[in-house]
T-cell receptor
């Protein structure tokens, strides 16, 4: 069962444009929502994260918008650069007595054209 | 340098063989995880461990086994029962405090069946 749905699967943006990636979740027990950036052949690296009591978080050119009632969150990359070309994953964290675990979206392959 | 070390980077397995992927972390993290990544499917959780000598099955544990004899080590064995083992395998670790659960990833290991 896919608990975190991510779209689009791929995205092409011109340099300087805005990249927007969307995610939706079902499990209301999720309480931490990170975004990861992955370059080919490398492990994912944490980009930015948000908690559900906050509607927006900004770090440099990267912003997460969070809509708790709609159970949706999105990543905005302002002034997109060719170096931002990578695969982006949203994720959601759930905590159980057996431990915490991240559930990932399917990923978005972003290409920023020069 | 602190971090998560996975080895080997590339591994080839013959049909019917078991292979073990190594994961070591020197971040003093309590929790460790194994994810599998296939194209277009994001990251799927195989096993995770919150403390030494304890681990839990993730979403796709069949055909895999793990051990957690030391805090810093969490090896993954891909057994012959795993019918489609060719994939990119990612080890990760995190703290287990309630205030945050940033999960950090290693560089990954490529496993190919020949």
């Amino acid at each position: 069962q896919q608990q975190v749905k991510q779209s689009p699967q791929s995205l092409i943006v011109q340099k300087g444009g805005i990249s927007i990636i969307n995610c939706a979740y079902e499990n209301t027990a999720f309480d931490y929502f990170p975004w990861y950036q992955q370059f080919p052949g490398k492990g994912p690296a944490l980009l930015i994260a948000i908690r559900p009591d906050v509607s927006e978080k900004k770090e440099g050119r990267f912003t997460i918008s969070f809509n708790k009632s709609a159970k949706q969150f999105s990543l905005h990359i302002m002034d997109s650069q060719p170096g931002d070309s990578a695969t982006y994953f949203c994720a959601a964290l759930s905590r159980k007595t057996s431990g915490s675990r991240l559930t990932f979206g399917e990923g978005t392959q972003l290409t920023v054209n020069p | 340098d602190g971090g998560i070390t996975q080895s080997p980077k590339y591994l080839f397995r013959k049909e019917g063989q078991n292979v073990t992927l190594s994961c070591e972390q020197n971040l003093n993290h309590d929790a460790m995880y194994w994810y599998r990544q296939d194209p277009g499917q994001g990251l799927r959780l195989i096993y995770y461990s919150q403390i030494v000598n304890d681990f839990q099955k993730g979403d796709i544990a069949e055909g895999y086994s793990v051990s957690r004899e030391k805090k810093e080590s969490f090896p993954l064995t891909v057994t012959s029962a795993q019918k489609n083992p060719t994939a990119f395998y990612l080890c990760a670790s995190s703290w287990t405090s309630a205030s945050g659960n940033t999960i950090y990833f290693g560089e990954g290991s490529w496993l190919t069946v020949v």
